[in-house]
């Protein structure tokens, strides 16, 4: 089957979340999937970006995410474990697969390798490219991708205490790579939701250090994520400058003419892509209990991301609004929002609200906890509150 109709053939298909509650008046959570935002930020990184994009899967792993990216128009995938690798193989064999987890375990390797066929795999210390050595045939078809730590403070969420190599470690990472017959490649992250294009410059930065330093060209320069969704409380720069700012990194470089450029957005492809519907099961006072919380799809919520929040108007509610508190369905007592959540005064029991923003990481990281896991997922041809 075309990956453009798969979307339009698992997903039951309404005009907007008020369509949703009137026809199946949910107990449940409801994730609301807008193919078209997918499309429309996948179509802005595909024509702005000068290089391949890679789809971070652990972002959004689900079935309707990949194909609603495949059909349009990204062919390569960031994949972080060997579940990933072999979603993507078998979900979308005409698409690519890039081991970027600097960790991997042999068996890992090894399927990617000789099961899957891939050829990019990063490493950041000396380990972990003996490791790969060990498995995998020296030959110009290998790409031992090094990557660089990078310090930025304009990141919500650094990434560098955990992975990088400094540039004077990553040179000897990439002449290692080389005397050993393969091809090197140099790569970053800036961290996730990075709120300005200047992380990108200063990581290009560290490339054209490093490069000068290993004496020969890459096979290609990644860099890496960090492009940011939109929040009610952190907004980055428009996603434009972040092109700019890579072309002008880039600029400064002295590159082979057959380097490729990458980069591996998550979180700006597919945090529009979707919204989740939670119905109220009881109030009090000022304290609204739901049936999705901080164990569910909120992770974003629980790290101080603030979610576009509104009442699905499935009734005519007061227009007064007042803030309350969320509580999540599970027996903990930690289940609850991190802020007060403003909305209509008179909401009740059995009403709806709407989370907006919740594409990236909220279906990846709800848990089972205590038997709630929200699951299902229709498909909205409307925008969040139209």
């Known amino acids: 089957m075309d990956a453009s109709r798969r979307q ?7 005009a907007s979340p008020e369509a949703v509650v ?3 008046e949910p107990s449940y ?3 609301c999937v807008r193919q078209h935002e997918i499309t429309a930020v996948a179509r802005r990184f595909i024509e702005g970006f000068p290089g391949d994009v890679l789809y971070a899967v652990k972002c959004n792993p689900n079935p309707h995410m990949l194909d609603a990216l495949f059909a349009a128009g990204i062919r390569h995938f960031d994949t972080a474990s060997l579940a990933e690798v072999a979603q993507v193989s078998e979900q979308l064999p005409e698409g690519t697969s890039y081991f970027m987890h600097p960790v991997k375990s042999r068996a890992a390797i090894r399927s990617a390798y000789q099961v899957y066929g891939l050829s990019h795999y990063v490493v950041d210390h000396a380990s972990e490219l003996e490791k790969i050595a060990q498995i995998i045939p020296p030959g110009p078809d290998t790409v031992i991708v090094v990557r660089l730590a990078i310090h930025y403070e304009g990141a919500v969420y650094e990434l560098s205490s955990k992975f990088g190599a400094p540039v004077p470690e990553a040179i000897a990472l990439a002449k290692d790579a080389l005397s050993r ?5 140099l790569c970053f992250h800036v961290g996730s939701q990075c709120l300005d294009a200047g992380g990108f410059r200063v990581g290009l930065d560290l490339v054209g250090e490093a490069i000068a330093g290993i004496g020969a060209g890459p096979s290609c320069v990644d860099v890496g994520g960090g492009f940011p969704g939109w929040y009610l409380n952190s907004q980055g720069a428009e996603l434009d400058s972040y092109f700019t700012a890579t072309r002008a990194g880039l600029a400064a470089l002295t590159l082979p003419e057959d380097c490729r450029v990458l980069c591996e957005p998550g979180r700006a492809l597919c945090v529009d892509g979707e919204s989740l519907i939670t119905q109220v099961h009881l109030r009090k006072d000022r304290a609204l209990y739901l049936n999705d919380g901080m164990y569910g799809s909120f992770i974003e919520e629980k790290y101080k991301l603030h979610l576009p ?5 499935a009734r005519t509610f007061s227009s ?3 803030e309350f508190t969320l509580y999540g369905p599970t027996c903990d007592s930690l289940d609850i929002f991190p802020r007060a959540i403003s909305l209509p005064d008179d909401i009740a029991e059995g009403d709806w609200i ?6 990236a990481y909220g279906a990846a990281c709800r848990t089972h ?3 709630f896991f929200a699951d299902t997922f229709v498909a909205v041809e409307n925008n969040f509150g139209d």
């Open 8 to 14: 339009a053939v698992d997903l039951p298909v309404y």
């Open 22 to 24: 009137a026809k199946l």
């Open 29 to 31: 959570p409801v994730f």
């Open 181 to 185: 017959g393969y091809r090197y490649g």
């Open 309 to 313: 929040v509104r009442a699905v108007q």
């Open 320 to 322: 007064e609004m007042r």
């Open 354 to 359: 709407e989370f907006d923003s919740i594409g």
């Open 369 to 371: 906890f205590n038997g």
